[in-house]
């Protein structure tokens, strides 16, 4: 395994140990640097102050009345014993204000406005730009007597000092901050070394030990963890050692038992094979099974609707005869009236034979894949309960484009909605609905596929028993009248054989059949 140089604990540490040590020096280094301007700029305040009360003081009288002379010769010795004063002001409340400096003197009409600034009762100092001057550390000191006011002393004191002491104290700290940055990069790399070289030492002994090798020892003897860690490494190295032996033990023991394992289990996988095969044979012969006796529940449910359809055309048929005897009893009995009624039982007898055709197309075997219209085989196959949905007022709609086809086994879709409509058709007859409707909706999706749903207006399946519905043999319909095997039938083929999907729901009129047919 690599350390990555980045992620190692060697730069880690030195990093942190650099840093901690840093930020300390810079901190106290950037602390000492307001306390000594503070410092010096009370230096220069007290210098400043004492300097103006002496001015003050000597030349009281002198500005009391305005004695020009006396205060420009005080002022002028004043200014060559401190060449540090680059001029002082004298600026009365009331008359003319004199400008003092190392080389002459001059009466001043107006101030600078900086100046007037610091104008106050109380003792004001800024270092701040002056005409002539670059930079001057200018104070203003008021000028009483008596608790009035007379106007104020003006003192610009030089800041080359200043400067020169905040320069030479940020030099120091620079001094010192490149010392401590030698010092982090000396003693931080020796810290930083004495600490990951162990953990370097040990991780690289247990790469080879990951890598098979366990005649590796660690040799490093300390009185710290890092001493603690190599003898806890070495004893894992031991353990290991041992856990090794007895492992190869183990696995001769467990090669053994796996061949013998080996031998049983081939054995049984032959019985195995021999029990899935009966098993499949089973399933198939149960399916099988399912499928016949839902083509027999299907035919007998046709035998009913054909009597249905025949109820109808035998009464005329039976009419017919009737009056064909009725009018061989009354000796009526001519050319003409035979000719109408043996057409009238032609007719009879045609659509009867139709019926008959219609069931049998129904039932006939149909294996093949094709492709049929949805709208003809619905219609179709409503067509073979019309009449006992007529017998029943259950008026029954569809909704399906003429020109809507799908590819599949035609003969088991038609079984599928025949299931369907016979579910629908017997629970609006037990439950007596009012105005009882099937509605058939056949709609294109938006990918391709198509959409059936066979809805009535029975109330809708009972929440208790929704998920129960496609279980084989589970009916709800009295005994003799339902096998419990048309909704398992219909939804093995429309999922199985057609690769689509039937789900049910119910809505506020009553139950929802959807087939979906992928295209």
Not at 367 to 390: P, V, W
Not at 474 to 503: A, C, D, P, Q
Request: aromatic share 10%.
């Amino acid at each position: 395994m690599t350390i990555k140089r980045n992620n190692s604990i060697f730069i880690r540490v030195f990093l942190i140990f650099g840093s901690l040590v840093l930020g300390i020096t810079l901190f106290f280094a950037f602390m000492v640097v307001p306390m000594q301007k503070n410092a010096f700029n009370q230096i220069m305040y007290t210098q400043a102050e004492t300097v103006s009360r002496s001015i003050v003081q000597a030349s009281s009288d002198a500005i009391i009345s305005k004695d020009y002379g006396f205060i420009v010769e005080h002022n002028v010795q004043v200014l060559k014993n401190n060449t540090s004063i680059h001029y002082i002001l004298i600026s009365p409340k009331f008359g003319d204000k004199i400008w003092i400096n190392q080389k002459n003197w001059h009466l001043v009409d107006k101030l600078n406005p900086d100046i007037t600034k610091l104008e106050s009762n109380d003792i004001a100092y800024k270092i701040m730009h002056v005409e002539g001057y670059t930079q001057v550390y200018h104070f203003a000191y008021p000028i009483q007597f008596s608790g009035i006011l007379w106007g104020w002393l003006h003192i610009g004191f030089s800041t080359d000092q200043y400067n020169k002491y905040i320069n030479d104290m940020y030099l120091k700290i620079i001094y010192i901050i490149g010392i401590s940055l030698f010092l982090i990069i000396f003693i931080g790399y020796l810290f930083a070394r004495w600490i990951s070289r162990p953990v370097s030492i040990i991780s690289h002994l247990a790469t080879k030990v990951a890598g098979g090798d366990l005649t590796v020892r660690s040799t490093i003897e300390r009185g710290d963890e890092i001493g603690v860690l190599s003898d806890s490494f070495n004893q894992m190295v031991d353990s290991l050692m041992q856990s090794k032996k007895h492992l190869e033990n183990y696995n001769q023991e467990l090669e053994l038992q796996v061949l013998n394992r080996t031998q049983e289990l081939a054995e049984l996988n032959k019985d195995l094979d021999n029990k899935i095969k009966d098993e499949v044979a089973q399933r198939q012969k149960q399916e099988a099974l399912l499928i016949h006796q839902s083509r027999l529940a299907a035919m007998g449910e046709m035998i009913g609707a054909i009597a249905h359809q025949w109820r109808q055309p035998l009464n005329a048929l039976g009419l017919v005869q009737q009056n064909l005897q009725f009018r061989y009893q009354v000796g009526k009995l001519d050319d003409e009236f035979m000719t109408q009624n043996m057409e009238k039982s032609e007719r009879l007898i045609q659509k009867m034979s139709s019926t008959i055709d219609d069931f049998r197309n129904f039932f006939k075997p149909n294996k093949h894949i094709e492709n049929f219209n949805i709208n003809e085989t619905i219609k179709s196959t409503a067509e073979l309960l019309d009449a006992q949905l007529k017998n029943n007022n259950i008026n029954i709609i569809i909704n399906c484009n003429e020109n809507l086809y799908i590819k599949g086994f035609q003969g088991e879709f038609s079984q599928v909605i025949l299931n369907l409509l016979n579910n629908a058709k017997d629970i609006l007859i037990e439950r007596n609905s009012k105005n009882p409707t099937i509605t058939l909706d056949v709609t294109k999706n938006v990918n391709s596929s198509i959409s059936i749903t066979v809805k009535d207006n029975a109330g809708g399946i009972p929440d208790e028993i929704i998920n129960k519905i496609y279980d084989p043999y589970f009916t709800t319909k009295e005994e003799g009248k339902g096998t419990g095997i048309g909704l398992y039938m219909s939804k093995i083929i429309v999922e199985n054989n057609m690769f689509g999907k039937l789900y049910a729901f119910n809505d506020n009129e009553g139950a929802n059949f959807v087939i979906i047919l992928n295209n």
